[in-house]
């Protein structure tokens, strides 16, 4: 297709289950982010990419949270022993390169924590 | 540290008139971006435009138009002759220079616009 594809767009999970969370970029991008959007809020930033290198993951909120890009293009945010707290929109968002200032957004997963 | 700050939370209006979302952010770097996004129902961040901190002149597109005033920390957006397709969630964002696209955003101001 021919924007950002994030899968599944729903997801519900029982408190300490494991899920994961699949984007797929535009095709060509080279820098891939995934911010978390709490009910109400504005997106916070996770982690970013350049290719496949990780370059940034200060916004990881605990180290339940992981995401990988290994060849980079499709990226999986995973989050281990889910919580509660950890139901919100995440959201993805490539870039051709990093300073073109033009985010393209998928629709994001609604992750819901029972 | 960098913050946006968007003091309305909610605004209505009918169809046709001019609004004005407002923008306030903090920040010590000398060079940044600011942007706006507009999330409609779907979800999805829609990239509506982006500014430099060197650049201060207003910029006009369509019905759209944006004041970037650097004395006061503000990049508001102004809707003329709104549209009942306008009514969205708008986001004022700030970036970090390190990776440009790297954003903090605002809480977001729900735009209602009323036939």
């Known amino acids: 297709g021919a924007g950002v594809s994030q899968s599944p767009r729903y997801k519900v999970a029982k408190r300490g289950q494991d899920v994961a969370l699949r984007c797929d970029p535009i095709?060509?991008?080279?820098?891939l982010f995934w911010y978390q959007q709490a009910l109400g809020q504005g997106p916070e930033f996770l982690t970013y990419?350049?290719?496949?290198?990780?370059?940034?993951k200060s916004g990881l909120p605990s180290d339940r949270f992981f995401a990988e890009r290994p060849e980079g293009s499709v990226s999986t945010l995973k989050i281990q022993r889910t919580q509660q707290e950890d139901s919100a929109v995440y959201l993805c968002?490539?870039?051709?390169?990093?300073?073109?200032?033009?985010?393209?957004f998928g629709e994001g997963s609604r992750l819901t924590v029972l | 540290a960098q913050k946006v700050t968007q003091a309305q939370t909610e605004i209505s209006v009918v169809e046709k008139e001019d609004v004005t979302l407002d923008c306030v952010y903090e920040?010590?770097?000398?060079?940044?971006?600011l942007f706006w996004y507009k999330q409609p129902p779907s979800g999805e961040l829609v990239f509506l435009i982006r500014?430099?901190?060197?650049?201060?002149q207003n910029e006009i597109s369509g019905r759209y138009s944006w004041n970037f005033q650097k004395s006061t920390s503000s990049f508001n957006f102004t809707i003329t002759a709104s549209q009942v397709v306008d009514s969205a969630v708008y986001f004022c964002?700030?970036?970090?220079?390190?990776?440009?696209?790297?954003?903090?955003f605002g809480a977001g101001t729900i735009l209602r616009v009323k036939s």
């Open positions: 968002a490539s870039s051709l390169q990093s300073y073109t200032g033009e985010l393209f």
């Open positions: 095709s060509g991008h080279v820098s």
């Open positions: 990419f350049q290719n496949e290198a990780q370059l940034d």
């Open positions: 920040t010590r770097d000398t060079t940044y971006y």
């Open positions: 500014r430099n901190s060197f650049d201060e």
């Open positions: 964002a700030l970036s970090e220079t390190e990776y440009g696209n790297k954003l903090v």
